[in-house]
Structures are given as structure tokens and as C-alpha cells.
């Protein structure tokens, strides 16, 4: 039976963050996690950094190869009605900017330091239960290599994400749900094809959303709105790009480069949250207490303002005995929270068709999107939101 002061479930970018915010304030921690490294790095999230990700990455020391590799963004395209717009997000927000850098990287680079720090991570764990956590004496089991392990904590961060056992295991009456399903889902393409454009172009069209983005300079990530009836089978390279370029505007299209898709998947868009995120001894951050649909690409950065906050709390707790951060996460956290659920929504149902809501629904988008561009304050509002609001 070993113990830590912090015992972390699931090494996604929240919980590795936190791991490594906490090692840097000299608490120590152990990180269990279902999946394999390779497993967990397999995974291809959103790409957008906001500056308070990038700071805090900076603060742990693990931010080389995005400072080397990241590409940093002053501002995207809207498309709608067949033409861009640039939305100069420097210009409207006193010169913040985002980086564009995968989730992926963001969670290898993470990886790296916490095995070079030496601190303790189990991969692979099976039945990673948690107990007690009503109490101020938790406990985590789990087994492996056919043995059972228990780690003795003081507090469970529950960084598992939408699926984890975490919030699953806190009592219903304990904990209050909300939650929004779209009608759609998105089909993404990553390739390694230079991308169309050097900065971002979100187009609301009348076959549906598209998005353009990038990993770098040689690779790009494209998604397309569709049924969430329509599987992966039903659609060809071929058949992607063609719907993609029937999506963009002349030029855009003229300039596509297609090639082979490295991979090729269907995500459903959901908002999500849970509240509160603290049950006594249990604390729940990102994923696993939130969901945003991918519309402006708020997961990360939300996962990294959580962990900033609890991070905080519990070097408060540890270092200087008050609980004070500690009985305030939810509500901080949660603040935050709710902003970016609200922006994730409006971007997501500004740029989608909604064939259940008709033609009147699009001609409401075209005026709300006319609106935002020749609106200086409407464009500010956009762009604060976009780089991040502060914590
Ligand atoms: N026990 C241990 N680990 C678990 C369990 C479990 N029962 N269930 C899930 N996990 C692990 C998952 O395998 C995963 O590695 O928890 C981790 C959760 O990671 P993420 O899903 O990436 O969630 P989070 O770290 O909160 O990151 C938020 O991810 O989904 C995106 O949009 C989201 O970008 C945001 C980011
Ligand atoms: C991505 O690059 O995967 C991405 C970028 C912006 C978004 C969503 C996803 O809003």
C-alpha cells in the first residue's frame, strides 16, 4: 500500500498539467491511467492554444518544441456566402494572438517531462476504482499484472475525462447534470498536404459547416459537418475533398491540395457540464467535468484553467493549511466554465446548418454574420472570447 498527497486519474493533458504544476510547488503526485502511452498519444484532439495554455506550459517548463514547432496565429477567416473575412484577433484584442499547436504534441511534450522528473505514472491500470472520497482519508485501487494495488491519498483529482470512473462514481443526488446534443457530428481528415491557407477559415455554407486548419506547415486537419448517421465507410478521400471544396470559397478551392487522409474519424458535438466539480475529497478538472463542442476549440484550454486553479488550491492547502482554494475551486472553475460553454455554443450554432430550423434560422446566421464583421464591437467580442478569456 503506498500514498501521495494527490492521486490523479488519467494522464489526458489535464492530468499530466496538473502533475507537473504541482511537482514544480513540491507536492508530489501519482498519476493512474487506464490506457497505454501509445494508446493516449493515438489520440488527435483540436490545435488551438490560447495564451493562458501557453503561459502555463512556459510556467512547467514544457514549452521548447511548441515555442520551435507552434505556429502562432493573429487571427482566422469566417466564410459565409462564398467570401472570406478576416477576423484580425491582434488588431481587436490589443495584440493577443493564439498558437496552433496539437493536443497531441501538447500531451507528448508533457509525457517527456514527467518521465524525466521522475514521477510515478501507472499506464495500463485495470479497474482503477476510487472509495472514501467523502472522507478526508481517499483511496484509489486498481490492478495490474493480475495484482491489486491501493494508493492512499488525501485528495483524488479526477482528470479522466467524459468517460472516466470519476464523476460516474459520485452518489446522483450529489451532482447536477447539464447537457446539450447537436444533430451533427464533425468528419475530420488529417493529411500530410500543405494547408490551404496560412491562418484558420471557419465556413458556415449551405451544404454545411467546414473548417480548415493545420498541424504545420506540411500537415493539414480539415472537418466537415455531417449526419452523425454517416459512417467513416461511406466516405472516400475522394469523396471528402470534393465536398470540401464545394464548401469553400473559388479561390480556396483553386488552391487545395489534396492527398492520402493519415486518419479519418466522426465526432459527435455535445456541451456538458457537471456541478459542482469538488464532492469532499474528490475534485474533478476538464473532460471529466465538461464538454464543449469543438467550435473555437476550447477543451484544452478549459482542462488547463481547471488545473491552474486546482493546482493553486492544493499548494495552498499543502503549503500554507488553508482550505480556502480548496472549498473555492468549483465555483472559480465553474465561472470560467460557463463562459466558454456559452461561446462554444453560439460559435457552434452561428456556423452550422440546422435543416430543423429552416431557411429562416440561415438567413439569421448570413445577418448575424454580416453583423460580427462590419461590427467593431461585435468582432471584439468574437476575438476576446476566441484568444481566451483571463482567469
Ligand atoms: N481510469 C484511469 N484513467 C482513465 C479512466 C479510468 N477509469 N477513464 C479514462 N481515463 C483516462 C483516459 O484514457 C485519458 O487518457 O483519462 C484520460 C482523460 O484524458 P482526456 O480525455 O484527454 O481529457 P482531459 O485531460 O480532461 O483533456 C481535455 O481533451 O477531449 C479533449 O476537448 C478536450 O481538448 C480537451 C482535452
Ligand atoms: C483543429 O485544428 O483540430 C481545430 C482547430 C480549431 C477548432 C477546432 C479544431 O475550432
Known amino acids: 500500500m503506498t500514498s501521495t498527497p494527490v492521486a490523479i ?86 495584440g493577443k494572438q493564439v498558437m496552433v499547436y496539437g493536443q497531441t504534441e501538447v500531451t507528448k511534450d508533457l509525457m517527456h517531462a514527467r518521465a524525466a522528473a521522475g514521477l510515478q505514472t501507472v499506464y495500463s491500470a485495470g479497474d482503477v476504482a476510487i472509495h472514501d472520497f467523502d472522507t478526508d482519508k481517499p483511496r484509489v485501487t486498481y490492478t495490474q499484472d493480475g495484482q491489486t494495488h491501493t494508493l492512499n491519498a488525501r485528495f483524488i483529482a479526477g482528470c479522466d475525462g467524459f468517460h472516466g470512473v470519476c464523476r460516474a462514481s459520485v452518489p446522483p443526488n450529489a451532482i447536477q447534470q447539464f447537457e446539450k446534443v447537436y444533430p451533427f457530428g464533425w468528419l475530420g481528415v488529417l493529411a500530410d498536404v500543405p494547408p490551404v491557407s496560412d491562418e484558420l477559415i471557419y465556413a458556415n455554407t449551405q451544404r454545411g459547416f467546414a473548417l480548415c486548419s493545420m498541424r504545420s506547415p506540411t500537415r493539414s486537419r480539415y472537418y466537415l459537418q455531417c449526419p452523425m448517421s454517416d459512417s467513416v465507410a461511406q466516405w472516400s478521400d475522394d469523396a471528402f475533398w470534393a465536398e470540401l471544396k464545394n464548401r469553400l470559397d473559388p479561390q480556396a478551392a483553386e488552391q487545395l491540395v489534396t492527398g492520402a487522409s493519415i486518419e479519418k ?8 457540464v457537471a456541478e459542482p466539480m469538488r464532492f469532499g475529497s474528490l475534485m474533478l478538472a476538464g473532460d471529466a467535468a465538461h464538454i464543449v463542442p469543438p467550435t473555437g476549440a476550447k477543451g484544452l484550454n478549459l482542462a488547463v484553467s481547471d488545473v491552474l486553479y486546482l493546482a493553486n488550491a492544493f499548494e495552498r492547502y499543502f503549503k500554507e493549511k488553508d482550505v480556502g482554494g480548496v472549498d473555492g475551486y468549483s465555483e472559480q472553475a465553474l465561472a470560467r466554465v460557463w463562459k466558454a460553454e456559452r461561446f462554444s455554443w453560439w460559435f457552434t450554432s452561428l456556423m452550422h446548418q440546422f435543416p430543423e430550423l429552416g431557411s429562416f434560422n440561415q438567413k439569421v446566421q448570413e445577418a448575424e454574420l454580416e453583423y460580427l464583421i462590419h461590427s467593431r464591437a461585435a468582432s471584439t467580442s468574437l476575438a476576446e472570447n476566441y484568444v481566451g478569456l483571463p482567469l
Do not use: C, W
Open 265 to 272: 474519424s466522426i465526432a459527435p458535438l455535445r456541451s456538458f
Open 9 to 94: 486519474i488519467g494522464a489526458g493533458p489535464a492530468g499530466l498539467l496538473l502533475g507537473q504544476l504541482l511537482a514544480k510547488a513540491g507536492v508530489d503526485n501519482v498519476i493512474i491511467e487506464r490506457q497505454s502511452p501509445e494508446y493516449v498519444l493515438g489520440r488527435i484532439r483540436a490545435g488551438v492554444l490560447e495564451q493562458i495554455t501557453v503561459d502555463a506550459l512556459s510556467s512547467v517548463g514544457v514549452d521548447a518544441r511548441m515555442h520551435q514547432e507552434g505556429l502562432p496565429h493573429h487571427g482566422f477567416d469566417l466564410l459565409f456566402k462564398g467570401q472570406r473575412h478576416r477576423i484580425d484577433l491582434a488588431d481587436l484584442t490589443g
